[in-house]
């Protein structure tokens, strides 16, 4: 239990919230479960009363929310960063696909809580997930990499990557590969490439299974060629 804290003096309410959501990130890091956050629990490690503690947030799920997002601003900024060190769209959405992916695997208990429970509606996490996967989508759309409307494209793209590290996380004991980013890499390139193609391709354009396979090695062996070249 931490040490009992003096009375708050005018302006110290910001530090004392800041505390609050420190101590509940270091509980969701200890337990690896989001069921030991009470407010009584957040309240002892930080020294202070729990009504002291529904000052700032009314409820458990209210400060649930509010801690989970906090490392949803360091989502942004490594998205931000590694999508900004290439200059070819279609790669740089790549990037952002894989740091999210790995972001996900690294916060598994803030993932669960934001993006695999059920909500009554758009979370705040879910929307700025989302957000920055369209705007890397709307990038290819304007370099015409992919074709379509943006932001359905972009639901399609999540979607694999969502299933992909829900499934890492949820299934823990599955015979996954022993390196994870292994599967992920696998994901990433179909969904990417997948919605390249198809993007182009009527829905009834589909041709029979062969003459697919014949036009595929036709031009993956271009890429591959004028890859060595």
């Not at 729990?50 to 998205?79: I, Q």
């Not at 200059?87 to 916060?107: I, T």
């Not at 299933?163 to 949820?170: D, E, F, K, N, R």
Request: charge should be neutral.
């Amino acid at each position: 239990m931490g040490a009992k804290r003096t009375k708050a003096r005018p302006g110290e309410g910001e530090k004392l919230r800041d505390e609050i959501l420190r101590a509940a990130e270091a509980l969701l890091g200890e337990t690896g479960t989001d069921q030991a956050l009470t407010l009584r629990a957040v309240a002892q490690r930080t020294g202070v009363s729990t009504p002291s503690v529904y000052l700032h947030f009314p409820n458990r799920e209210a400060l649930l929310e509010a801690v989970c997002l906090r490392v949803w601003d360091e989502l942004a900024h490594r998205m931000r960063d590694r999508a900004g060190e290439v200059d070819d769209p279609m790669r740089s959405l790549s990037r952002c696909a894989r740091v999210y992916a790995r972001f996900a695997l690294d916060h598994p208990v803030q993932y669960r809580v934001l993006l695999m429970r059920p909500s009554g509606g758009s979370s705040p996490g879910a929307v700025a997930c989302f957000r920055h996967l369209a705007d890397a989508t709307a990038a290819c759309v304007r370099a015409g990499t992919l074709r379509g409307e943006p932001e359905i494209l972009a639901m399609g793209l999540w979607s694999a990557m969502h299933g992909c590290v829900s499934l890492l996380i949820a299934q823990p004991g599955f015979d996954w590969p022993e390196q994870p980013e292994a599967l992920i890499d696998t994901v990433i390139r179909m969904a990417g490439l997948g919605t390249a193609l198809a993007s182009r391709v009527p829905r009834d354009a589909i041709p029979p299974s062969a003459e697919l396979a014949a036009g595929l090695d036709e031009l993956a062996g271009k890429w591959t060629a004028s890859r060595k070249a």
